[in-house]
């Protein structure tokens, strides 16, 4: 039985409640232990240190560090094999590797068993520092993703969305305030950033989340196509209409319809979105018969509805009607805070769906 199957398991992602950040060094020789750890806390780290991969590993199993300097070389385990047991507790765990046998033969494991970096002794102190920095705010940048995914998850029922800054979590509360309501929603905010997530977001805490999400980009289709998409058709409504067919307005019946890209809709076609939305009511394309649907509508937009209200390409009874909430998002330049928890989002993701290990 390996010394890691005895390591109880913690919350490993829990961020270090020390300013620098924890590192533990993992070092069979005294020496080398007291530099590193004179080293490292006059630049304000909190230290531990380990003689043997037991100790090193027993000490990890008591609490969460950011950072271990690891040699190579132990009395009682080989570094790689330990590294690779470090990870094995602790996938995000930075690890620094430190040996006096510099060979690029043992870097390369090193590096392909997941070390951070390699580092030769003797070494320098400025360039070892700065690696420790770099190392200690990416674990930390790591980790913090993670907490924050897993609160999203459990407070909006939503993993996806990703940010910590200021603006977003005033956009997180107001979603969470809106989406038991059945008002109808306008999101506002450049393309990119991120209206589909909200408006699933919204859906996803309302009491419609068991029913169906229907997403439609308006812009995309001419104004028939559109229509017979919102609102189906009859067998022998048009030309090429060889069998009736249910509209997404019927779909999403007693849940959600997102309608991106708003501004871009025809003056027709919003005459009839106006009637769904004052009279929850609609017919087939070629039909007779009216259909009642409960839906709820959320709408998006990257252009100014007001301005296209004022040069009449916009109705503004649609307008008043579909501007109930107005929840504007702020672009990425706004909200810079949030970018290196996107860069860790977007490196996990990619690498997953590709099956590459994911650089260090």
């Known amino acids: 039985m390996s010394d890691l199957a005895v390591v109880p398991r913690r919350n490993v992602v829990e961020v270090?409640?020390?300013?620098?950040?924890?590192?533990?060094?993992?070092?069979?020789?005294?020496?080398?232990?007291?530099?590193l750890e004179t080293l490292l806390e006059l630049e304000g780290y909190d230290v531990e240190s380990a003689a043997t991969a037991v100790q090193g590993l027993a000490r990890i199993g008591e609490r969460p560090f950011d950072l271990v300097l690891l040699d190579l070389a132990l009395p009682d385990r080989n570094g790689i094999d330990l590294l690779e047991e470090l990870h094995a507790h602790d996938p995000e765990l930075s690890v620094i590797m430190i040996t006096a046998y510099g060979t690029v033969e043992n870097a390369v494991k090193a590096m392909q068993a997941g070390a951070t970096n390699f580092v030769q002794k003797p070494w320098d102190n400025e360039k070892l520092l700065a690696d420790v920095r770099i190392a200690?705010?990416?674990?930390?940048?790591?980790?913090?993703?993670?907490?924050?995914?897993?609160?999203?998850?459990?407070?909006?029922?939503?993993?996806h969305i990703v940010g910590k800054s200021e603006p977003m979590l005033k956009i997180f509360d107001l979603v969470a305030q809106v989406a038991p309501s059945r008002s109808t929603i306008l999101l506002q905010g450049e393309s990119g950033t991120g209206k589909e997530l909200i408006a699933k977001a919204i859906h996803l805490n309302s009491p419609r989340r068991e029913r169906a999400f229907v997403p439609v980009n308006t812009g995309s289709m001419p104004p028939d196509l559109l229509e017979s998409t919102l609102f189906g058709h009859v067998k022998g409504a048009f030309t090429s209409a060889i069998?009736?067919?249910?509209?997404?307005?019927?779909?999403a019946d007693r849940g959600t319809l997102f309608l991106d890209e708003i501004g871009t809709m025809s003056l027709d076609t919003q005459s009839k979105i106006l009637r769904v939305l004052q009279d929850?009511?609609?017919?087939?394309?070629?039909?007779?018969?009216?259909?009642?649907?409960?839906?709820?509508?959320?709408?998006?937009?990257?252009?100014?509805?007001?301005?296209?209200?004022?040069?009449?390409?916009?109705?503004d009874d649609l307008f008043y009607r579909l501007n109930v909430i107005t929840i504007d998002l702020p672009p990425l330049r706004q909200r810079k805070e949030d970018i290196p928890l996107l860069v860790d989002f977007f490196l996990s993701k990619y690498s997953e769906e590709n099956e590459r290990p994911r650089r260090r």
């Open 16 to 35: 270090s409640s020390s300013s620098a950040g924890s590192v533990l060094i993992i070092d069979d020789e005294a020496g080398i232990r007291e530099s």
């Open 243 to 251: 069998a009736s067919k249910k509209g997404l307005f019927e779909i």
């Open 136 to 159: 200690v705010g990416r674990h930390r940048t790591e980790a913090e993703n993670v907490q924050l995914k897993r609160a999203l998850k459990q407070r909006y029922n939503f993993e």
């Open 280 to 315: 929850r009511k609609f017919m087939h394309l070629g039909g007779v018969h009216e259909i009642q649907v409960d839906v709820r509508i959320i709408a998006a937009t990257n252009v100014d509805l007001k301005q296209l209200v004022r040069e009449g390409k916009f109705r």
